[in-house]
């Protein structure tokens, strides 16, 4: 009889075992989980390593569908799982999922300073120097060779016919005759009036004139006081302008940042 109760305690521990939840920091796990991890104060660490290549296994051998790990890329950081094919982030848009946070093509300022997560800096580099899928996705966006450069730039909604990504503008602006009202202007009219002047012939003593001997034509006057004919009520012409004008700096206050594009990871 004793014998059987052995037996029959042997049965009931295996299978509270076989069907029990298991609890770290906890007597007490969850019905519904199988692992329950409990602390106040700490969380859980994936394994972390460097994913070099996303489409890639390695460094994993034979990863399962749904192994979940930490990418110390600095391009990419972040979770990944392996969903197959490839190592996807838990915040990328996939084929099958649509409700992600980001979609390739999203744009983003930023304080960061390189690629992060899937985001790449906008500063006209070679598509070629991307990872095979930001590539991919850049080329999808229509950017064939570069990707655009903001540098220096803010971003401007297409008017219909401009390409997407091309570059327009300046920062600088010239004013010109045509882009300026009219500024030829009058003077006041100040009547009719004319202008006085002296006449600059010299005078000549007494003994100068004596001095001249028959025949001679001698035509010295003193200075006379003349005026120019009246031109009538009139005005004159004010010309306002440089012909050579500088530019003007048309860059309005701000605040520096960079801007991404979310190619995926």
Not at 33 to 62: E, H, Q, T, Y
Not at 95 to 121: A, M, P, R, V
Not at 163 to 169: E, K, V
Not at 209 to 238: I, Q
């Amino acid at each position: 009889m004793m014998k059987q109760f052995y037996v029959l305690l042997v049965i009931f521990c295996f299978s509270s075992l076989a069907f029990s939840q298991v609890g770290i920091n906890t007597i007490s796990p969850n019905e519904s989980s199988i692992l329950d991890i409990s602390s106040n104060d700490k969380g859980v660490l994936f394994p972390r390593m460097d994913l070099g290549d996303l489409n890639n296994a390695a460094p994993v051998s034979n990863p399962e569908k749904g192994l979940t790990v930490w990418n110390t890329n600095s391009s990419a950081e972040g979770l990944y799982f392996w969903d197959g094919a490839k190592w996807s982030s838990y915040v990328e848009v996939t084929s099958s999922s649509n409700n992600s946070f980001y979609t390739e093509g999203d744009i983003k300022h930023g304080f960061q300073t390189t690629d992060h997560q899937g985001w790449y800096l906008l500063n006209g580099r070679a598509i070629s120097t991307l990872p095979a899928t930001a590539q991919s996705a850049a080329q999808s966006l229509g950017f064939s060779s570069n990707l655009p450069n903001a540098t220096n730039r803010v971003l401007k909604a297409r008017n219909g016919s401009e390409t997407i990504g091309s570059q327009a503008g300046s920062n600088l602006i010239t004013l010109t005759p045509n882009n300026i009202p009219q500024l030829t202007s009058n003077t006041s009219s100040g009547g009719s009036h004319n202008h006085g002047y002296s006449d600059a012939r010299a005078t000549f003593s007494d003994n100068q004139l004596r001095n001249n001997g028959p025949g001679e034509n001698f035509n010295g006057y003193s200075d006379v006081a003349r005026t120019t004919s009246d031109a009538g009520s009139h005005s004159h012409t004010v010309t306002i302008g440089n012909a050579n004008p500088t530019s003007i700096i048309n860059t309005p206050s701000s605040i520096v940042t960079n801007i991404f594009v979310y190619l995926g990871n």
